[in-house]
Each structure stands twice: as structure tokens, then as C-alpha cells.
């Protein structure tokens, strides 16, 4: 009985008025795509690379991650003495995380 409930809830096939306002939206949102694309122009890879802005941009990904991991296997091994449970171990490591996360972000945004 509870099957048939269910299936006299979910509609067989969606309404005509549905699907044109689905489409709709998908139209409005393609159109405001173009128009935010048209202000900016566009920059061929080949162009791109050779940027110093582009670089810039590798060598702080580069740094940033190099911090990240770096403060992340510390936060662990200095956690790992045998007094230390599973648990603390998990709890601060997560706690390191997301804190060099925000700060790493704030610091190279």
C-alpha cells in the first residue's frame, strides 16, 4: 500500500509549463554568460604562458602547497608520541588543516 502511495506521488511525466520554464532559465542564464564573456577578452594559451602573471601565479600555487603540506606532516608527527589517542591525533590534524587552509588563502588571495 505504501508503494502505491509513493508512486501516486511522483508525477509520470513533467508538465509542458515546467519544461518551457526550465528552458527558459537555461536561456537566461546562456545570455548572461555571453554578455559577461564579451567584456573580457580572450587570451590564446601560447599568450597566456608567457605572462608574468601567469608565473606569479604558479610559483605562490606552488608555495602555498609547499607551506600546506609542510605544516600538515608536522601537526601529525609531532602527534604521534604514544600518550597521544587516535582520536587527538585526528581531531588536531583536522583542526591544523582547515586553520593553514584560511590562513594560506588569506595570505595569497
Known amino acids: 500500500m505504501q508503494n502505491e502511495e509513493k508512486v501516486k506521488m511522483i508525477p509520470a511525466q513533467p508538465r509542458l509549463e515546467q519544461v ?3 528552458l527558459d532559465n537555461a536561456k537566461e542564464l546562456l545570455d548572461d554568460q555571453k554578455r559577461n564573456e564579451k567584456g573580457l ?4 594559451m601560447q599568450t597566456e604562458i608567457r605572462t608574468l602573471e601567469f608565473w606569479r601565479a604558479i610559483i605562490a600555487e606552488c608555495i602555498a602547497t609547499f607551506f600546506y603540506v609542510v ?3 608536522s601537526v601529525h608527527h609531532t602527534m604521534k608520541s ?3 589517542s587516535q582520536a587527538d591525533v585526528q581531531l588536531y590534524t583536522a583542526i591544523a ?4 587552509m584560511m590562513t594560506l588563502a588569506h595570505a595569497f588571495l
Open 97 to 100: 588543516t582547515g586553520l593553514s
Open 41 to 44: 577578452p580572450r587570451v590564446s
Open 82 to 84: 604514544p600518550q597521544d
Open 71 to 73: 605544516l600538515i606532516c
Open 20 to 22: 518551457v520554464h526550465m
